[in-house]
Nanobody
Framework: QVQLVESGGGLVQAGGSLELSCEGS????????MGWIRQAPGKERELVSS????????YYADSVKGRFTISRDNAKNAMYLQMNSLKPEDTAVYYC???????????????????WGQGTQVTVSS
């Protein structure tokens, strides 16, 4: 079992920044790859970014490339998503998720994630 808790969401104006955090517990944090997945109202869940268990490999959706940065600190059992130059279309509930099956590669499909946090709302006003 893995428990994931997100924090850091909120309301920000377009062009602003937010940093999301995700803390994991229950299994060694360095044993699973992780990702940030978002869901806007009426839309399907979208993989925003993912990071391998070591942190050496990362993936970004085209929609956030160059604006978002994913990172993890295995010593602190934490993963982060630094979001800059936010746009109204970034408004969504953001979930962190863990893939326990992975080796040291990024998990690129939403369906492959085994555990999810409760989500944190990010709202970007125009």
């Amino acid at each position: 079992q893995v428990q994931l808790v997100e924090s850091g969401g909120g309301l920000v104006q377009a062009g602003g920044s937010l940093e999301l955090s995700c803390e994991g517990s229950g299994r060694p944090f360095s044993s699973y790859s992780m990702g940030w997945i978002r869901q806007a109202p009426g839309k399907e869940r979208e993989l925003v970014s993912s990071i391998s268990l070591s942190g050496r490999r990362t993936y970004y959706a085209d929609s956030v490339k160059g604006r978002f940065t994913i990172s993890r600190d295995n010593a602190k059992n934490a993963m982060y998503l630094q979001m800059n130059s936010l746009k109204p279309e970034d408004t969504a509930v953001y979930y962190c998720a863990a893939d326990l099956k992975s080796d040291d590669y990024v998990t690129r499909f939403v369906i492959e994630y085994d555990y999810w946090g409760q989500g944190t709302q990010v709202t970007v006003s125009s």
